[in-house]
Structure formats: structure tokens, C-alpha cells
């Protein structure tokens, strides 16, 4: 390498590092607050320069034309981020089901930091299934599908191709709704557990006047309900890491 290819490469990287930087930020598990900056940013350098000759190509621009090269830093940056926010509503299905899941076992009161919500507090069930499905995502090898994702990416969108608003809102939309469905069935048998239980406190506390009904509900639906999930929580993972795999399946090239 010559001393005047060294604008051309550092096009070619800055361009290539905008998309895999912004991915490798918002995706989750990789671009958790938790995580050292220094190896999510080493992490996004080495994918960056193993992605680089294969992009190479693709990319005409010359480093002098200022306008085209912003023009298509910017582009690269919503590609990325398009991809990593996809993947990170993905996992909003568990705050979802964490939330019904809390609500139904009288636990919405407790709630603790959430390391992947910036900090945010949430319900202690629901930061404990994302943290649960964080791991899974890595134990299942689903980071590697992430990864190819980001190669498969420059064949679909190309450098420069800007993604339609129409193609992109739709895709957004679809994981929202996903997410929320996803969500909604993992939590459903803490729903029907809440509308039973309660249908029969309340035939008892009609029959029983004199009963703390109170005083007997809340510690039996915290007993019941964490049995019920320590009995199905690997179904009911099972099921996000289905939807997971499918949401991030969406950017391969089959």
C-alpha cells in the first residue's frame, strides 16, 4: 500500500465502520452500557476492516467530493442503525411479557435498574427475562446470525442505496407488532392464572365475608405465580428465541 491509497482506505473504513459502528451500538448484549466502550469499539473496528475488501467494489466515491461522501456516511448510518434497532425491539418482547408477567403476581411495585434500557427502572421480572434472554441470544449462537446479517447487508442495500420510508416504517411496524404478540403469548398463562385466581378470591371472599381475603391472596399469587414460571420459563423462552431468530433472519440473504 502506497501513501496514496491512504484516502481512499480511510473512505472505505469510515464509510464501512458508520454501518457495523452504529450495529454494533444498538444491538443487544454487544451494546449494553454494561459493556466496555473499548470493546465494543474494537469489536466494531475488526468487523469493520474484515468487511472492508469485501466492500470495496461496491464503493466509487472519491475523498475529495465532500457533498457525495457525506451523502454517503449518512446513508451507512441509517442502514445501521435500521438493522440494530430492529434487534433491539426485538427484545422489548420480554419487557412486554415481564410487565404482564409482574402485574399479574401483585410484583409491579418491585423494580429494579435495567442495564438494557440506559439505566431506566423496571420490573424486576422483566429485567430478569431480558438479562435471561441476552444470554440465550449468545448461548444459542444467535450473535453469529447478527454478524451475517451485517455481511448480507451490502447485498441488499448496496453503499449509497438508500432504504425506502415506506419499506423501512413497515419493517419497524411489523417487529413492533411482533414484539408486542411475542410478548403477549409468552405471558398468556400468567393471564389466564390472574383471572382464575382472582374469579375464586372473590367466590370465596363472597362466601367467607369474615376472610382477610387480602392478607391470604397476596402471598399465595406470589407463591403460585413463581412456581409457574420457574415450571415454564423455558417454554416461554423458547418462544422469544424463535421470534428472535426469525426478526434478525429477515436481513440474510436466503
Given at each position: 500500500m502506497t501513501i496514496r491509497l491512504l484516502p481512499?482506505?480511510?473512505?472505505?473504513?469510515m464509510l464501512v465502520f458508520a454501518r457495523v459502528g452504529t450495529l454494533v451500538m444498538l444491538m443487544p448484549g454487544?451494546?449494553?452500557?454494561?459493556i466496555l466502550s473499548r470493546a465494543r469499539l474494537g469489536l466494531g473496528v475488526l468487523t469493520a476492516l474484515i468487511i472492508v475488501p469485501i466492500v470495496k467494489p461496491m464503493v466509487n466515491a472519491s475523498p475529495s467530493d465532500i457533498p457525495v461522501v457525506l451523502n454517503l456516511l449518512f446513508i451507512e448510518l441509517i442502514i445501521g442503525g435500521?438493522?440494530?434497532?430492529?434487534?433491539?425491539?426485538?427484545l422489548s418482547a420480554l419487557q412486554t411479557a415481564g410487565v404482564i408477567v409482574a402485574n399479574q403476581l401483585a410484583m409491579s411495585y418491585a423494580q429494579t435498574i435495567d442495564p438494557t434500557q440506559a439505566g431506566q427502572q423496571n420490573a424486576t421480572f422483566g429485567n430478569f427475562m431480558?438479562?435471561?434472554g441476552i444470554a440465550l441470544i449468545f448461548a444459542m449462537d444467535l450473535h453469529h446470525i447478527a454478524l451475517t446479517a451485517i455481511?448480507?447487508?451490502?447485498?441488499?442495500?448496496?453503499?449509497?442505496?438508500?432504504?425506502?420510508a415506506s419499506?423501512?416504517?413497515?419493517?419497524?411496524?411489523?417487529?413492533?407488532?411482533?414484539a408486542f404478540k411475542t410478548g403477549v403469548q409468552i405471558s398468556a398463562p400468567f393471564l389466564v392464572f390472574g383471572l382464575v385466581f382472582n374469579a375464586g378470591l372473590g367466590v370465596l371472599a363472597r362466601m367467607m365475608p369474615a376472610l382477610q381475603v387480602f392478607n391470604l391472596a397476596m402471598p399465595?399469587?406470589?407463591?403460585?405465580?413463581?412456581?409457574?414460571?420457574?415450571?415454564?420459563?423455558?417454554?416461554?423462552?423458547?418462544?422469544?428465541i424463535k421470534?428472535?431468530?426469525?426478526?434478525?433472519?429477515?436481513?440474510?440473504?436466503?
Open positions: 481512499e482506505f480511510a473512505l472505505l473504513f454487544i451494546g449494553e452500557r454494561a435500521m438493522i440494530g434497532i430492529s434487534a433491539r425491539l426485538a431480558s438479562m435471561l455481511f448480507d447487508s451490502y447485498k441488499i442495500f448496496a453503499p449509497g442505496q438508500m432504504p425506502l419499506d423501512a416504517s413497515t419493517l419497524v411496524l411489523n417487529i413492533i407488532s411482533g399465595a399469587t406470589m407463591m403460585l405465580g413463581t412456581l409457574i414460571f420457574i415450571a415454564i420459563m423455558g417454554g416461554m423462552m423458547s418462544t422469544f421470534f428472535m431468530e426469525s426478526t434478525l433472519a429477515q436481513f440474510l440473504v436466503r
